[in-house]
């Protein structure tokens, strides 16, 4: 069974830092495009950033509203999905989801989005303040 399970979401002001972290077990294609995605109170899910796999060069992409101030990567045992967050502002505050594919696919620049993944953690929440 495939379990996603993020932690590290908490309340901090703005300029703030906060690091996510996805734990995965049951998944057997951790050399895969994984990704963050989130979702605020009456709006769509959004990708926030991906990751491809060493194999494929570890390319990340980013949505531009967090670029320069959220990194993805992964931890050096490979078994969780990291994201740091700093510089926060009140607009990131949501539910952060991070999510891996059903099979193994690469993710390219600016075409992936929540169709791209199959398997989603119950998601961790952050909330940033003024």
């Known amino acids: 069974q495939v379990q996603l399970v993020e932690s590290g979401g908490g309340s901090v002001q703005a300029g703030g830092a906060l690091r996510l972290s996805c734990r995965f077990s049951?998944?057997?294609?951790?050399?895969?495009?994984m990704g963050w995605f989130r979702q605020a109170p009456g709006l769509e899910r959004e990708g926030v950033a991906i990751?491809?796999?060493?194999?494929?060069?570890?390319?990340?992409d980013y949505a531009d509203s967090v670029k320069g101030r959220f990194t993805i990567s992964r931890d050096k045992a490979g078994n969780s999905l990291l994201l740091q967050m700093n510089s926060l502002k009140v607009e990131d505050t949501a539910m952060y989801f991070c999510?891996?594919?059903?099979?193994?696919?690469?993710?390219?620049?600016?075409?992936?989005?929540?169709?791209?993944?199959?398997?989603w953690g119950q998601g961790t929440q952050v909330t940033v303040s003024s």
């Open positions: 990751i491809n796999s060493d194999n494929s060069g570890g390319r990340t």
């Open positions: 049951g998944y057997p294609y951790m050399d895969t495009c």
């Open positions: 999510a891996a594919p059903e099979r193994r696919t690469y993710c390219s620049r600016g075409g992936w989005g929540p169709n791209n993944f199959a398997y």
